[in-house]
C-alpha cells in the first residue's frame, strides 16, 4: 500500500539521514519489519531521551551500521507501538501525516495522530 493515512500518495519521510525499515525514506512496511516503522516524525529531545530510557538509543551513531545518530529536528520513520508509548507518557513526537503509513491505524487513533500533526 503506497497511501498515507490521510488518503494521499505516501510522500518521503526523510532521506538525509536516510529513513525508514527499507532505508528508502519512505515509512513503509513489510513482513520482515516486526516494529512496524510506519510514523514519520520530527524528533524532539524529549522523545529521543524517552526512547533511549526504553533501549532504543536512537541518538548515538553506530558508524558500522551507517547510523549517524539522530537529532532533534531529525525526520525518522518510528515504530507505532513506540510512538503510543511515547504519547503515553506525554513526549510523542510531532507527525508527519502525508508520510505516514496507514498501518500506524492499528496502533494509533486518526485523532491522536492530527492532534500531533505538524502544520
Known amino acids: 500500500m503506497n497511501s498515507n493515512v490521510i488518503g494521499g500518495n505516501l510522500e518521503a519521510c526523510c532521506t538525509s539521514p536516510m529513513t525508514g525499515f527499507y532505508r528508502d525514506g519512505f515509512c513503509r512496511t513489510g513482513g520482515q519489519d516486526f516494529g512496524s516503522h510506519v510514523i514519520c516524525a520530527e524528533l524532539t529531545s524529549e522523545f529521543l531521551e524517552f526512547t533511549k530510557s526504553r533501549g532504543n538509543d536512537l541518538s548515538t551513531p553506530v ?3 551507517n547510523f549517524p545518530g539522530l537529532k532533534p529536528g531529525d525526520r525518522w520513520c518510528l515504530c507505532a507501538s513506540r510512538w ?14 502525508c508520510a505516514t503509513h496507514p498501518r500506524a491505524l492499528e496502533v494509533v487513533s486518526l485523532d491522536e495522530l492530527k492532534k500531533h500533526a505538524l502544520s
Do not use: M
Not at 503510543?84 to 501525516?97: H, N, R, Y
Open 63 to 65: 558508524p558500522e551500521y
Open 84 to 97: 503510543q508509548e511515547a504519547l503515553d507518557a506525554g513526549v510523542a513526537p510531532p507527525v508527519i501525516l
